[in-house]
């Protein structure tokens, strides 16, 4: 089955997981990058006043233009697998954003978050909601400096 991994990493956490799975899947990786970056004072949670405080008060601010969209060769995936922080208790919205710009019709989606202290939530699932396609399986939450067997274990039950 050909595997594409794409992930939003924010600190790096998500990244090294993501770049674990596509080591242990042989799969290609794709990186979401949002058109303008976050910076450490932009997730700032604590702040009100910072980047990711003011979107997540604001849905209308979460639409999140991404860089490079184009993927080549999208159509002859068979499996997605895609990872994204958790920022209050849902996926990262750039994640949202990458979502809602592909065709995920005859894939299989393999969502995991990286998250310090939350769960995976229904993250998952509204993701799904976003994607209105696809065959998406029940998300895996991995702590943000998972062991390397964990991340070998989940891969190797795929």
């Excluded at 997981?17 to 970056?37: R, S, T, V």
């Excluded at 997540?56 to 233009?65: M, Q, S, T, V």
Aim: charged share 30%.
């Amino acid at each position: 089955m050909k595997t594409l991994v794409c992930y939003f990493s924010a600190e790096g956490h998500t990244k090294k997981i993501a770049e674990e799975i596509a080591k242990n899947l042989e799969a290609n990786i794709y990186e979401i990058e949002p058109e303008k970056p976050y910076t450490k004072e932009d997730l700032d949670w604590t702040n009100s006043d910072s980047r990711a405080s003011k979107e997540n008060d604001n849905p209308e601010l979460r639409n999140i233009e991404l860089k490079n969209l184009d993927i080549p060769n999208w159509d002859e995936y068979e499996r997605i697998i895609i990872g994204y922080p958790i920022w209050w208790g849902i996926a990262a919205w750039p994640v949202n954003s990458f979502v809602k710009s592909k065709d995920w019709t005859n894939k299989t989606v393999l969502p995991f978050c990286v998250s310090h202290s939350s769960g995976l939530g229904d993250s998952d699932l509204l993701l799904k909601d976003d994607a209105n396609a696809g065959d998406w399986q029940e998300g895996i939450r991995f702590y943000q400096d998972a062991p390397v067997a964990k991340i070998k274990s989940w891969t190797d039950s795929l």
